[in-house]
DNA sequence: GCGTGATTGTGGTTTACATCA
DNA sequence: AATGATGTAAACCACAATCAC
């Protein structure tokens, strides 16, 4: 536990949580539902990812590799569990179907009486007091939270036959399972968010500080196409990379038109684009990835 | 104050069904 | 009458924002 967590986050492989483009399953016919659960799970697709490589260029794209954050890095959850008890999940509403929570919701505020405990009706069996003075949280058990988040981690969303078997096997309900999974998503999601903010802030000041270089050396450059004389004694450029925009060469190191000329002198380095100290962080985990997305 | 379970509102997608040319 | 295109409502899911413990 120790070590993925040092600093609350863990790196991993795998695509982040943005997956607003793969909304598959959403059949609402048991036949369809049925087939549908043994399909492969429509694979997300990180819109962060995307925008990096696309906004950058960047030469990874091959290994796709993200930062996905652990959220919950600390699955090792408090030791109050004793409040936890999974009998004691007077929370959520029914079952997983919407068309129920609406209802349920729809019927409570028909006939007045929602209050600020909007539970539905999966407390039927003996849980309509527990809502007294608001709605009550359960705090999931170690275990169930260990559990989810494996679950999490080979796939961060759910179908109806896995999160059916989850509630099972936790002692929980579907909704709670659902409501678990969002939030572990939204959570994630977040901490990537900052991950990603913090990482363009230094590829900005990494390319803020290398366009005041090549600024330089275009002034240096200008200075010495006014003095042919020098021009021809130049050394040859020692690096050279190429511009991920216009695919021209520039030299980066060394001021020589040469370099321009010859653009291929050296294979484009993808650090400089970034500059050397900056790593692009990895992407953290939710589920395997075998790099055959499709994109859009 | 933070972590996290739960709620609410919204948007996008799919399907079934009705209507029309 | 049969058929394909189109519009619409319903159902579902995921997400963002927020509440509340």
Not at 186 to 193: E, N, S
Request: proline share 7%; glycine share 6%; charged share 25%.
């Amino acid at each position: 536990m120790a070590e993925k967590d040092d600093v609350g986050l863990s790196l991993s492989l795998s695509l982040g949580v943005n997956q607003h483009s793969f909304k598959v399953n959403n059949m609402h016919h048991p036949q369809q539902q049925q087939q549908l659960q043994h399909q492969p799970q429509p694979v997300p697709i990180n819109h962060n990812k995307t925008l990096f490589a696309d906004l950058f260029q960047l030469p990874d794209r091959s290994s796709d590799v993200i930062r996905v954050i652990d959220v919950k890095s600390t699955v090792e959850c408090e030791e109050d569990n004793g409040i936890s008890s999974p009998n004691s999940a007077v929370s959520s509403v029914s079952g997983s179907k919407r068309s129920e929570r609406d209802d349920d919701n729809a019927a409570l505020v028909a006939s007045g009486e929602r209050t600020s405990c909007s539970r539905g009706s999966d407390d039927d069996d003996g849980g309509g007091g527990d809502c007294e003075g608001g709605r009550k949280k359960l705090r999931l058990t170690k275990e169930q939270s260990m559990v989810l988040e494996e679950t999490f981690k080979e796939h961060n969303t759910l179908n109806p036959k896995r999160k059916q078997a989850l509630a099972e096997e936790l002692n929980l309900k579907p909704r709670q399972v659902e409501v678990w999974f969002q939030n572990r998503r939204a959570r994630t999601k977040l901490k990537q968010t900052e991950v990603d903010c913090e990482y363009l802030k230094r590829c900005c000041e990494n390319l803020t500080e290398d366009n005041r270089r090549l600024q330089k050396e275009v002034q240096e450059l200008r200075a010495l196409k006014s003095s042919p004389q020098m021009y021809m004694h130049m050394n040859p450029p020692t690096t050279l990379t190429m511009c991920p925009s216009c695919e021209r060469g520039h030299s980066s190191s060394t001021s020589s038109p040469a370099a321009a000329v010859h653009p291929a002198v050296v294979p484009p380095t993808p650090r400089k684009l970034f500059g050397a100290n900056i790593r692009r962080p990895v992407a953290v985990n939710t589920w395997p990835f075998d790099g055959s997305i499709p994109r859009p």
